[in-house]
């Protein structure tokens, strides 16, 4: 190896070795945001006696779905109004989403879903239109994955392939 790789492939290494605290973080931030997305989506449609969104996975799905098959401005939206999202709530209750009550989590998606979120200045008021379009957003992605689930076609509803089942019994007229 001659002096100039040598010195060309330092600084190489010595720039990415830069920017490892700045990835270290931004992948703190997309596991930060996959857990609030897990608990608002477990909100949605909670475990009971059927399995719920975070068994489910559905978080993975409102994500991906946004990422893939969003445009620009659903993009924006999404990450726009998670933020928003889970700084208002911290401002309510004094907590962070993940570590609420069901009963907080859900008395503050009522206080979206009615329209009840108050708005005081010109900045709240753009929050609040952000915020409640991104969990207009969330809910139907979640409520879409849910009926798409395995779970859903097989045990709730199960899936005929069209046509059907054949039944020459059944009378036409």
């Known amino acids: 190896m001659d002096r100039k ?7 190489i290494f010595a720039g990415g070795l830069a920017f490892l605290p ?3 973080s931004c992948e703190d ?17 909670p475990e ?10 559905l978080h993975n799905f ?9 445009d620009e401005e659903q993009q924006k939206l999404f990450g726009k109004g998670l933020v ?18 069901p009963s907080q989590r859900s008395e503050f998606l009522k206080t979206i879903e009615t329209g009840e979120l108050e708005a005081t200045d010109e900045r709240e008021f753009e929050e609040k239109e952000i915020i409640e379009r991104f969990y207009s957003l969330v809910k139907s ?30 009378k036409i007229a």
């Open 22 to 24: 700045y990835l270290s």
């Open 84 to 101: 928003a999202f889970e700084s208002r709530f911290k401002r309510s209750n004094d907590i962070i989403f993940e570590n609420a009550t």
């Open 141 to 170: 992605l979640t409520i879409r994955g849910y009926k798409n689930s395995k779970y859903y076609m097989t045990e709730v509803v199960p899936y005929e392939l069209v046509p059907g089942r054949y039944n020459p019994f059944y």
């Open 48 to 57: 009971t006696t059927t399995p719920g969104s975070k068994t489910l996975g």
């Open 29 to 45: 931030s997309v596991e930060q945001a996959n857990l609030v997305l897990a608990e608002l989506g477990e909100t949605i449609i």
């Open 62 to 70: 409102v994500r991906k779905m946004v990422e893939d098959c969003g």
């Open 5 to 11: 790789s040598f010195i060309k492939n330092s600084f």
